[in-house]
């Protein structure tokens, strides 16, 4: 039987902190699970699946995300379709827009520039409501010299220090267009600290848990504990090779954009 296929494209806001990061998993509750029950209780059917541009891990939340809908038999209505989606999701994962593409469109192969960003604050404790958003650092940290290290991230770099785990056929190498931490203005609430800060880095992609490792040596850096050269070392391919261990948590890394390049 002849199978007909629609293809769609939705723009998704969700905040990660309850959830086992995106992709699917037997008994833990994660975004792919509730996204994918959600759209089977709208449609009535299984004759559908879902595709996301990025797995974003436990905790992490995401300001734009997109994932692509195939659905079998039949068109959906789209106006229709997204108010019902936004009437059944849960209250921590909304959906910004939806788009019909075609069959061509491929949204793990299409170019594309993501942006995260890390918020972080240091000194005193902080509200016990900024957890789902931000790392509390309790030591002092000297900000102006990790601004000055963050810049070394950019361009194109070996990062086998900044990837958890590779395995033989990961591909170290990558490009990072701009890596800066500045003041907090972006996200703000009532209950944040005075003062907090954020670690911006947008690049075509990311290896597994590259940015929160990046921050964690830009910690340690802010505490004293390492200086500059170790930083320039972990980048060198020449060096030996060096292991790296902070990973900050999850819950303060934000899909903040996706641009999909024409």
Partial sequence: MFRKRFYYLIKLQYLGFRYHGWQKQPEVNTLQRMVERTINYILDHKGFKVLAAGRTDAKVSANEAYIELFVDHEALVLNFFFDLLNQNLPQ?????????????????????????????????????FCAPFMYNVLEELNIKEMQKAAKLFEGKHNFRSYCYRPNANTILEGEIISCEIVENTLYTANFFPEASYLLRVKGAGFKRNQIRLMMGALLDLGKGKIDVDFIKNTLNPDADPIVLEHIVPGSGLILNAVTLKK
């Fill in 92 to 128: 921590d994962i909304r959906a910004i827009s939806i788009q019909e593409t075609d069959e061509q469109f491929n949204i793990i192969q299409h170019p594309k520039i993501k942006e995260y960003i890390y918020l972080f604050c240091y000194g005193e404790k902080f509200h016990p």
